[in-house]
């Protein structure tokens, strides 16, 4: 640096997907510290970075180096953030930038809210008492102070008239805080008895809470084995110590019966992060994180970017879904990331799960994690008896799929006034349309899948991009009229046939389709607990974590669905899945039972459902992926190409190939068209990196693709650890 520069230079991180830090002037009159939000110049524009670090090597010449223009009104970001974020982008072979962008996610937050103007009554009568105003009175007659809105809401008025009785002093004007206050957990607030088995679990992972402690639990349980209580006990106990606490579902949509377990535990509920709450909520919410007023906070995947100011713990719930792994954007698996700020914040990570991931159940064979077991159910239930219908032997009618003995089972448990849930993993009416005269299948014109019906909407839908069309009158291929037919079965054909065979009964479905907030999922919990459903039809999504104590008959209808493909964790999905399923059967007193219907009841995952083996099956499947060097064993990593223009990618592809590394435990598989060929009319070539554990398989990447241009055309990703390979 030269001899000449006089003043201090700094480094701030811009939340762009182009380059990284750039340095600027840091005027002492701003007294700037590492890790303000600040305002800068960049070319024409004014963007808000962060300080990310000192930088007294800069060499930029000072007739190039521009001011900070300003620090903005906010909490610094905190330094185990700012390590996270360096982190993550490291792993992932992200930009900075990127992975900031998602910290940064609410840049209204940046700045303080201005103080609200509330309204109370005086005691003063107007001297006019119109029914408008009558209204308004009632309300304010009872010592509230509201603001104009909500004052003309609750009295169906508009905001005049509110004002106008503030301007005839019979309402008077109060200062209210910018936001709703955030309420406090009460950690000394009673919650349910513990058994014997969740007292010895809870206090077993006390100590590295307490002190506070890296260490990672893997809390494993049956269903209903009360998972949710022994970790509540250690959120307990990071609040007595003054501390943030983070909780991770894998839907925070169906987190409504969570949400009243927590009230009931800690008086109040926690603070909320997911996609579905409005901007207002999240400005609030990402404030109160980084001013330290959000105790504890359960969220989506995203929420471990939040800039925690003072975090002790982490619960990662239901650990074993797929779902924590994010394919777009930044790819990043939020399970293995909440071990890492853990690791940078020195603290504990409960994961918790009825059913583990393979990766998890290695770990704590291997000691790297405490493995903390509830074996039995909470207050005495037993697991529920499993059943599997070869459906072979038990064929369902034509264009029927509820086989008979499930049909009879499904009218005893009727009979006995108890609930039933029927399974499918399969969403909309069917899963393929095709022409019954020429065999044309409709598929979707910007994606290499096909279209499904969705009849209740009346639109045939790509689930991949979301593209949707009407049915055609014609086939587009042979003009045939009115020939499309529906094949197979998704849940609104499944409902059509229960309504059929039992229609005086209180029938409803349950999707993503249909339940896409915590307040439709809530609303549907408090129908199936009054008994105003009696038969459940659901995806995945009724999988997780419900307890419905008259629900005693669950009736899985395609055992089989999850099995094909060349997934190498079908065989563990499908089996966490349907362990899943069959875990709402009979979680109280009554006994429940599970019906399996599948065409492979000698299958190695149906058969360890049917005889709850699981151990026998995780060890079955480890051998298998030990054999092949798959992970947890070895080492994945894929890089997808995508173009609009089929013919570049495939060029590319060929050339990236042509200079790809060759090493001993290294092997490099591809191109080769991805089997979802094209997604939002993109065309994509994957190559699969696979390698030895101890192979740093970001090094090989990099080295790889060093000096390669990518043309302006394709866009390259990498996925570290790839969940998703079509």
């Known amino acids: 640096m030269s001899s000449t520069i006089k003043h201090r230079r700094v480094r701030v991180l811009l939340p762009l997907s182009v380059g990284d830090v750039y340095d600027y002037r840091a005027p002492a009159s701003l007294d700037i510290e590492i890790g303000h939000f600040v305002t800068v110049p960049l070319g024409r524009r004014e963007l808000t970075g962060v300080v990310w670090e000192e930088a007294e090597d800069s060499d930029l010449a000072e007739d190039r180096m521009k001011d900070i223009v300003a620090v903005l009104p906010c909490p610094k970001l905190p330094d185990e953030s700012r390590d996270f974020v360096d982190w993550v982008a490291n792993y992932t072979m992200q930009r900075r930038g990127r992975v900031l962008r998602m910290t940064m996610s609410v840049p209204d937050a940046l700045f303080p809210r201005a103080p609200r103007i509330g309204y109370r009554f ?6 006019k008492l119109t029914p408008a105003r009558s209204r308004v009175l009632e309300i304010v007659m009872a010592g509230a102070v509201h603001t104009a809105s909500d004052l003309a809401s609750l009295a169906g008025v508009s905001v005049s008239v509110v004002k106008g009785l503030a301007a ?10 910018a936001e709703n ?30 002190k506070p402690d890296f260490e990672i639990s893997l809390l494993e349980g049956v269903t209903g084995s009360g998972k949710t209580e022994v970790y509540f006990e250690a959120i307990a106990d990071c609040l007595e110590q003054g501390r943030q606490a983070l909780v991770l579902l894998p839907e925070i949509a169906l987190s409504a019966q969570w949400l009243k377990r927590f009230a009931a535990r800690f008086g109040v509920p926690p603070v909320e992060w997911h996609s579905d709450l ?5 400005r609030r919410n990402w404030r109160a994180v980084i001013e330290g007023r959000a105790d504890v906070v359960v969220g989506a995947r995203s929420a471990l970017f939040l800039p925690f100011t003072n975090l002790g713990l982490i619960v990662v719930d239901e650990e074993h879904e797929a779902s924590f792994k994010q394919d777009e954007g930044v790819p990043y698996n939020a399970r293995d990331m909440a071990v890492v700020r853990g690791k940078i914040g020195n603290f504990p990570v409960i994961l918790a799960s009825a059913t583990p991931s393979l990766e998890s159940l290695v770990n704590a064979q291997n000691e790297k994690y405490t493995h903390v077991k509830l074996p039995s159910r909470y207050g005495g239930a037993s697991l529920p008896d499993i059943e599997i219908v070869d459906l072979k032997e038990h064929r369902p009618g034509v264009q029927s799929w509820i086989s008979e003995p499930l049909r009879l089972a499904i009218e005893t448990t009727l009979g006995a006034g108890e609930q039933v849930m029927l399974f499918l993993n399969r969403r909309g009416y069917a899963p393929l349309t095709l022409c019954d005269c020429c065999g044309h299948r409709l598929q979707c014109p910007h994606c290499s899948a096909w279209l499904v019906e969705h009849r209740l909407m009346g639109r045939l839908q790509c689930h991949h991009c979301g593209y949707t069309t009407r049915l055609p009158k014609s086939c587009p291929e042979c003009d045939a009229e009115e020939s499309f037919k529906a094949c197979g079965p998704g849940i609104e054909r499944l409902t059509e046939e229960a309504e059929r065979l039992f229609p005086d009964r209180k029938i409803a479905m349950m999707a993503s389709d249909t339940v896409t907030s915590p307040q439709a999922a809530a609303t549907f919990v408090a129908a199936m607990e009054r008994g105003d459903i009696e038969i459940l039809i659901g995806t995945q999504i009724v999988a997780k974590g419900y307890h419905f104590p008259n629900l005693t008959l669950v009736g899985v209808i395609d055992a089989d669905l999850g099995l094909a493909g060349g997934d190498l964790r079908a065989s563990e999905r499908t089996y966490q899945l349907l362990s899943q399923v069959a875990g709402r059967a009979g979680r109280e007193t009554r006994q429940g039972k599970v019906f399996l219907q599948s065409y492979l009841p000698q299958h190695p995952v149906i058969e360890a459902i049917a005889r709850q083996q699981g151990d026998a099956f995780f060890a079955l499947e480890a051998a298998g992926r030990e054999s092949a060097a798959m992970p947890p064993f070895g080492r994945l990593a894929a890089v997808i190409l995508s173009s609009a223009n089929a013919e570049s990618v495939a060029s590319f592809a060929r050339n990236l190939a042509r200079r790809a590394p060759i090493a001993e435990n290294l092997s490099i598989l591809g191109p080769a068209p991805a089997p979802l060929s094209m997604i939002r009319g993109r065309h994509r070539h994957r190559f699969l990196i696979k390698c030895a554990r101890d192979v740093n398989i970001q090094t090989v990447i990099k080295k790889w693709l060093q000096g390669e241009r990518v043309p302006n055309d394709i866009r390259l990703q990498i996925d570290i ?4 390979f079509m």
């Open 168 to 177: 005839k002093a019979v309402l008077e004007v109060v200062d209210l805080p």
């Open 122 to 127: 005086t005691g003063e009568s107007p001297s």
């Open 181 to 210: 206050p955030i309420a406090k957990p009460d950690w000394g607030h009673v919650g349910v008895e513990l058994s014997d088995d969740q007292s010895a679990a809870a206090s077993r992972m006390r100590p590295s809470v307490v």
């Open 278 to 282: 409005g901007q207002s909520e999240r």
């Open 721 to 724: 650890d790839p969940y998703n």
